[in-house]
């Protein structure tokens, strides 16, 4: 038994549609004491993101099912504070995928644990967001499935969020026309005027369609998709032959009762002539570019070409609240929750 106090929110029911009080309970946890190549990480920083919600469910997906009386499923910026590794000494700060929880112990060799090179000007929290996961997820999406081309215009949903951030100042940068797509005036006007999109349209003001049409009279040649829906019905009209559509996610489904009956992007694409090409994608798929890609995106961060808003919840007492409200929106850019120094 380590000597450490640890909390984790850990899963007690499935959720029924919206997260429920009782469904997600904060517990305390022991720690594990490390075994010989294993060290104790203490989480300093925790991601938020939509992928967890459908993880909830008892639904096998492209990837597992949170367990009942597990933590839930989260990366986390960590420090080392054990080690019985040659690989990862005290002190050391890395990504991994701790789940919800202030303390976790791993083999430092395992899977998706990357030690963390910080540069100046570059924020630790930010490996979780605009320079981590997401970060690489609009990146490689745009870059790998959009494949981008000077002039061409780039659709892309949740705009002000760590992916639709970087998806559209990397278009920017490769010469496109870049539209966003995004809820409230507050966001698409940051989405224009911070992050230097040529347009965002407010799906929020009831006019989605002629909107999204207005901002591109050339047609869309790429949508990158996160959220599915009413944004997905949209766009599919304004697809130019050759249009390519990376699919993200589609957040707009994630507290379906019945996943079963709800009208994907795969639905709507596929019911067009001619389709379109489109896939799902999972930023695994470029595991061997992980650090290179970080390096590029923590360089743009530093040199102040590449912008981003984060919203902070103190405390992993108020992790569920903070994620039930981006599962709505109501976060600003990053969802992160601050656990310690």
Same mark, same amino acid.
């Given at each position: 038994?380590?000597?450490?106090?640890?909390?984790?929110?850990?899963?007690?029911?499935?959720?029924?549609?919206?997260?429920?009080?009782?469904?997600?309970?904060?517990?305390?946890?022991?720690?594990?004491?490390?075994?010989?190549?294993?060290?104790?990480?203490?989480?300093?920083?925790?991601?938020?993101?939509?992928?967890?919600?459908?993880?909830?469910?008892?639904?096998?997906?492209?990837?597992?099912?949170?367990?009942?009386?597990?933590?839930?499923?989260?990366?986390?910026?960590?420090?080392?504070?054990?080690?019985?590794?040659?690989?990862?000494?005290?002190?050391?700060?890395?990504?991994? =995928?701790?789940?919800?929880?202030? =303390?976790?112990?791993?083999?430092?060799?395992?899977?998706?644990?990357?030690?963390?090179?910080?540069?100046?000007?570059?924020?630790?929290?930010? =490996?979780?967001?605009?320079?981590?996961?997401?970060?690489?997820?609009?990146?490689?999406?745009?870059?790998?499935?959009?494949?981008?081309?000077?002039?061409?215009?780039?659709?892309?949903?949740?705009?002000? $969020?760590?992916?639709?951030?970087?998806?559209?100042?990397?278009?920017?940068?490769?010469?496109?026309?870049?539209?966003?797509?995004?809820?409230?005036?507050?966001?698409?006007? =940051?989405?224009?005027?911070?992050?230097?999109?040529?347009?965002?349209?407010?799906?929020?003001?009831?006019?989605?369609?002629?909107?999204?049409?207005?901002?591109?009279?050339?047609?869309?040649?790429?949508?990158?998709?996160?959220? $599915?829906?009413?944004?997905?019905?949209?766009?599919?009209?304004?697809?130019?032959?050759?249009?390519?559509?990376?699919?993200?996610?589609?957040?707009?489904?994630?507290?379906?009762?019945?996943?079963?009956?709800?009208?994907?992007?795969?639905?709507?694409?596929?019911?067009?002539?001619?389709?379109?090409?489109?896939?799902?994608?999972?930023?695994?798929?470029?595991?061997?570019?992980?650090?290179?890609?970080?390096?590029?995106?923590?360089?743009?961060?530093?040199?102040?070409?590449?912008?981003?808003?984060?919203?902070?919840?103190?405390?992993?007492?108020?992790?569920?609240?903070?994620?039930?409200?981006?599962?709505? $929106?109501?976060?600003?850019?990053?969802?992160?929750?601050?656990?310690?120094?």
């Amino acid at each position: 038994m380590s000597e450490y106090k640890n909390r984790a929110v850990v899963l007690k029911k499935r959720p029924q549609g919206e997260i429920q009080d009782g469904d997600l309970v904060l517990e305390e946890r022991p720690v594990r004491a490390p075994n010989e190549g294993e060290v104790v990480a203490q989480v300093l920083w925790l991601s938020l993101d939509p992928y967890m919600r459908p993880r909830l469910n008892d639904a096998k997906g492209y990837m597992d099912p949170v367990a009942i009386d597990d933590p839930i499923v989260g990366e986390s910026v960590a420090r080392v504070v054990e080690s019985r590794s040659e690989k990862l000494k005290v002190g050391d700060l890395v990504t991994c =995928y701790s789940g919800w929880q202030e =303390y976790v112990t791993f083999p430092a060799d395992a899977p998706m644990v990357y030690k963390i090179h910080q540069k100046d000007n570059v924020p630790l929290q930010t =490996y979780l967001g605009v320079a981590g996961m997401p970060g690489r997820t609009g990146y490689c999406g745009l870059m790998y499935v959009g494949k981008p081309k000077a002039g061409e215009t780039v659709v892309v949903s949740a705009a002000s $969020g760590p992916v639709g951030t970087v998806v559209g100042q990397t278009a920017k940068s490769e010469g496109c026309r870049v539209v966003g797509v995004a809820g409230g005036p507050e966001k698409c006007s =940051y989405v224009v005027n911070e992050l230097g999109f040529d347009a965002c349209v407010d799906y929020k003001a009831g006019n989605l369609e002629a909107d999204l049409k207005a901002a591109c009279p050339d047609g869309i040649d790429i949508y990158f998709e996160n959220v $599915g829906g009413a944004v997905t019905r949209a766009v599919a009209p304004l697809l130019n032959n050759g249009a390519r559509v990376p699919i993200c996610g589609y957040v707009s489904a994630y507290n379906a009762t019945d996943m079963a009956s709800v009208e994907t992007p795969f639905h709507v694409l596929k019911a067009l002539d001619p389709v379109p090409e489109h896939r799902f994608f999972l930023v695994t798929e470029w595991q061997d570019k992980h650090q290179e890609i970080t390096e590029t995106l923590a360089t743009r961060i530093a040199s102040g070409e590449l912008k981003y808003r984060e919203t902070v919840a103190e405390g992993l007492e108020n992790a569920v609240e903070a994620f039930k409200g981006m599962l709505k $929106g109501k976060n600003f850019g990053k969802q992160l929750v601050h656990i310690a120094d």
